[in-house]
C-alpha cells in the first residue's frame, strides 16, 4: 500500500487516550482504519439521504400521474 506521510495535530487528552490504548507502532494502522470507517459511514448516511429525496420526488411525480391518468377514464 502507498502511503504519504503528514503532520497533525491533535488535542492532547485524545493523544493522550490514544496512546494508552493502541501501541506506538500501531498508531498510523488505527487512524487509518478510524478515518476509512468514518468516511465509509458518511458516504452511507450521504447515500441514505440522496435515496430518501429521490424516493420522495418519484412518489410525488406518481401521484400526479395517477390524477393524469385516471382523468377521462371513468
Same mark, same amino acid.
Given at each position: 500500500?502507498? $502511503? ?10 485524545? @493523544? ?6 493502541? =501501541?506506538? #507502532?500501531?498508531? $498510523?494502522? @488505527?487512524?487509518? =482504519?478510524?478515518? =476509512?470507517?468514518?468516511?465509509? !459511514?458518511?458516504?452511507?448516511? #450521504?447515500?441514505? $439521504? =440522496?435515496? !430518501? !429525496?429521490? $424516493?420522495? !420526488?418519484?412518489? #410525488?411525480?406518481?401521484?400526479e400521474l395517477e390524477g393524469t391518468v385516471s382523468d377521462?377514464?371513468?
Amino acid at each position: 500500500m502507498n $502511503s504519504t506521510r503528514i503532520n497533525i495535530s491533535i488535542p492532547h487528552d485524545l @493523544f493522550a487516550e490514544l496512546s494508552r490504548n493502541v =501501541e506506538p #507502532r500501531k498508531r $498510523s494502522r @488505527f487512524i487509518t =482504519e478510524a478515518i =476509512e470507517r468514518y468516511l465509509r !459511514e458518511r458516504k452511507a448516511k #450521504r447515500l441514505a $439521504s =440522496e435515496y !430518501e !429525496e429521490a $424516493s420522495a !420526488e418519484i412518489r #410525488r411525480v406518481n401521484q400526479e400521474l395517477e390524477g393524469t391518468v385516471s382523468d377521462g377514464l371513468d
